[in-house]
């Protein structure tokens, strides 16, 4: 299995930054993708941006041009850089970490922007 741990959530006013940070344990040879979702309150999990080994990144639109996603493959972390963080960003975010198919996930780190 893959353990997965966040960091870096907190509270934040409009327009700050934050940087979230998530280490692999476990089984980790075999993750080739990693990942952050959020999940608002009585919203549905959403994507934010994964990125693969090899540094291709996907961002939701509406985090494109704001949030920087990065890994470090060595470290097998991955890291998102909140900029200009604004209230609709408020939500709970989860590392994900594809291995061998199946999808494993963090406990999540709570992310509040105050307007």
Do not use: H
């Not at 961002?59 to 949030?67: N, W």
Request: net charge positive; proline share 2%.
């Amino acid at each position: 299995q893959v353990q997965l741990m966040e960091s870096g959530g907190g509270l934040v006013q409009a327009g700050g930054s934050l940087r979230l940070s998530c280490a692999a344990s476990g089984s980790i040879f075999s993750i080739n993708g990693m990942g952050w979702y959020r999940q608002a309150p009585g919203k549905q999990r959403e994507l934010v941006a994964t990125i693969t080994r090899g540094g291709s990144a996907n961002y939701a639109d509406s985090v494109k041009g704001r949030f920087t996603i990065s890994r470090d493959n060595a470290k097998i972390t991955v890291y998102l850089q909140m900029n200009s963080l604004k209230p609709e960003d408020t939500a709970v975010y989860y590392c994900n970490a594809l291995s061998r198919g199946y999808n494993y996930w963090g406990q999540g780190t709570q992310v509040t922007v105050s307007s």
